[in-house]
């Protein structure tokens, strides 16, 4: 079907009613940040370890993991998950057992059963995640991968070539009660809790065997020994003191929420190592962290399941993140700043700009809060990405605002501050990219172990940096990043997206990034990730990539269009394009038709957050990406023939 700058129009108009329509009282939107059945399944687990009263959401978690499961018995973390998720699966088993909803004798357990098993049982289940629920349920031992980390490395200074600051922050936050629990070798069971043993195909069950270390598992293990040395006193009182150490550092970072940093996956891991410390159930910070955690539900209305009335436990609500992206894509399809939908939104965000110091200190001394987080609870975990997402929502009235104006240059001199040595932006804290930590011998270590920079976090902060703070690469700092960006693209001409999926993700980023700060569309960077975007395009005129890209590390075809990356590749050709391409013109056609559809590539998940195990699907993206590049599509090319079929 063909379609001209008055259909293209008239769909930024419908986009952007609804969303007006769709906003709170608040002035946010809240949509679900929707991650598969994992914490759905820990969560579970972990309330009837308690014993804790929440018996309409167990039910209401439980029916949704039971409808997730896939005709083979497995559970998928997205569709072209073909072989299925072992992890996943011994969650969902699990969870399903403990709930009590679900017998072992149930045609849905029995598959799952033997899919296990088919697959080497539970021993072969490699989420970091997944072995410490079950080892904390005493379902397993303990991995040596963790028990051989010392939990004393909390005690070493911050002025040692290697220590526990130089975790990233949000590694930090999931290791600290992990090794907690490892040091105790806590088991906690409940006159509930199933025997998995028989999910064991070998005699050894659930006893782990200790693998041996490669030599470049040994070396970070050898330098934090080594390093261990220099504490004074007796290993019992080292050990005391890190312990103790460990406790405060959890206790310390519980937000007003109850949860830890505001994320579920850690505050289910914290509670589990209070137990281990000797907290009782009926602790308060314990209570209060349930309680967060059962605040973390969104009720789906079926969404990708094909049915309403089912809830899921987000890691971290996106309100933030949603919000000032809506008002921002609001903004750019010519809601006016005035409009009460902006001005709301813009009085939320402002109230939620961090004011109190937090760990991004540590690497970034001396710089004034001023950063904005991804959750509204979160007042101390600011990021990157959202500070600058939130600046793009305020910068139309921080010229006459004096509130504004004040938030402005806090979120301005913030992000300057948090460019990492090497030119890049990471994305919670700044230089903490020791590569020897991504060696340990811990499933996941590679990405989440550091927080380095990356091409997607520093390509959408040259984006606003140029388009909006209206700086380019003749300033050094800009300059800096783009170099930083240039050096570090892929040789087909893309770029690896770090949070999203994952080359469209990263390649869009880049390229709106340094067009904005001034590059010239014939610079060789830029025309060759513009010829992959072309090459990549689908049959349809739209563009896919599978959730695989991030592990295989390189570009998989999904061999399917989905609504967000659509908008980002378009989005990404139109700032390099000054008159609109047959690929240009395709994509615009192909993305209308995507909003239009209900099928699975609509809540295939395009957010990333650990490869392999962890995977987002944002309600929101099918709204927030094509509005901003049919926006963007009417914006450049509009006046140019308003007749013209496109597509």
């Not at 998995?196 to 006893?207: I, M």
């Not at 460990?246 to 519980?254: G, N, P």
């Not at 703070?469 to 040789?491: F, T």
Request: glycine share 8%; aromatic share 10%; proline share 5%.
């Amino acid at each position: 079907m063909a379609y001209n700058i008055a259909d293209i129009r008239r769909e930024i108009h419908r986009l952007s009613e609804e969303l007006i329509q769709r906003q709170e009282s608040d002035g946010t939107w809240r949509f679900c940040f929707e991650n598969g059945i994992t914490l759905d399944a820990c969560t579970i687990i972990l309330f009837r370890t308690l014993n804790a009263d929440r018996e309409e959401l167990i039910r209401q978690l439980h029916d949704r993991i039971l409808a997730a499961q896939q005709p083979e018995g497995c559970w998928r973390w997205y569709r072209d998950d073909d072989e299925g998720h072992l992890s996943a699966t011994v969650e969902a088993y699990y969870a399903l057992l403990f709930s009590g909803y679900s017998r072992s004798e149930d045609e849905a357990l029995q598959k799952a059963k033997r899919y296990i098993l088919e697959r080497g049982g539970i021993g072969q289940a490699n989420s970091l995640l997944t072995k410490a629920i079950l080892a904390a349920t005493g379902q397993r031992a303990w991995p040596s991968s963790l028990s051989l980390i010392p939990i004393e490395i909390l005690l070493l200074p911050e002025s040692f070539p290697l220590n526990f600051y130089d975790f990233s922050g949000y590694s930090r936050v999931h290791l600290v009660p992990l090794l907690i629990m490892a040091e105790r070798n806590f088991r906690a069971r409940s006159m509930r809790t199933p025997d998995l043993s028989e999910l064991f195909s070998d005699d050894r069950g659930p006893e782990e065997e200790a693998l041996p270390l490669s030599r470049e598992s040994r070396e970070p293990l050898e330098q934090f020994q080594s390093a261990l040395g220099h504490l004074v006193g007796t290993p019992r009182r080292i050990r005391q003191a890190a312990i103790h150490k460990a406790e405060q550092y959890l206790l310390e970072r519980i937000e007003n929420d109850g949860t830890l940093y505001t994320y579920a996956s850690c505050t289910v891991l914290m509670v589990f190592a209070l137990l281990a410390l000797g907290y009782e159930p009926q602790h308060p910070v314990i209570q209060r962290a349930v309680e967060g955690l059962a605040n973390m539900k969104f009720m789906l209305d079926g969404d990708g399941l094909g049915e309403s009335g089912y809830a899921t436990i987000q890691n971290s609500p996106s309100t933030v993140w949603d919000t000032a992206l809506i008002s921002y894509a609001l903004q750019e399809a010519g809601t006016p700043p005035s409009h009460p939908a902006v001005r709301r939104a813009a009085d939320y965000l402002r109230e939620r700009q961090h004011r109190k110091p937090g760990d991004w200190q540590i690497h970034n001394p001396g710089t004034v809060p001023g950063g904005w987080g991804f959750s509204e609870t979160n007042t101390f975990v600011p990021d990157v990405d959202d500070t600058t997402a939130v600046l793009r929502a305020l910068h139309a009235l921080h010229a006459d605002d004096p509130a504004t104006l004040d938030a402005w240059n806090r979120g301005l001199n913030w992000v300057w501050s948090m460019q990492n040595a090497d030119g890049g932006w990471p994305a919670f804290e700044k230089n903490t990219d020791k590569v020897m930590l991504t060696w340990l011998a811990i499933e996941g270590a590679k990405s989440a172990a550091t927080d380095p920079s990356e091409a997607d976090l520093t390509g959408r902060t040259l984006e606003y940096l140029g388009n909006f703070a209206k700086l380019g690469v003749r300033h050094d700092w800009v300059a800096r990043g783009a170099d930083w960006l240039l050096s570090h693209q892929q040789e087909d001409g893309s770029w690896y997206g770090r949070w999203g999926i994952c080359y469209i993700y990263g390649t869009w980023a880049a390229l709106t990034g340094l067009m904005a700060v001034g590059m010239p569309a014939d610079h060789p960077s830029i025309a060759n990730s513009a010829e992959w975007l072309r090459n990549i395009q689908n049959a349809d005129g739209g563009w896919g990539e599978s959730c695989r890209s991030d592990q295989a590390k390189r570009y998989v075809p999904l061999r399917a269009s989905t609504p967000s990356q659509t908008a980002w590749a378009l989005d990404a050709l139109i700032s390099v394009h000054d008159r609109p391409t047959p690929e240009l013109e395709r994509g615009a056609a192909r993305l209308i038709e995507l909003l239009h559809e209900d099928g699975w590539p609509a809540s295939y998940p395009t957010g990333a957050g650990l490869p392999g195990y962890f995977y987002v699907h944002y309600h929101s993206y099918r709204y927030i990406w094509p509005l901003l590049a049919l926006s963007h599509y009417a914006k450049k090319y509009g006046d140019e023939s308003a007749d013209d079929p496109i597509g």
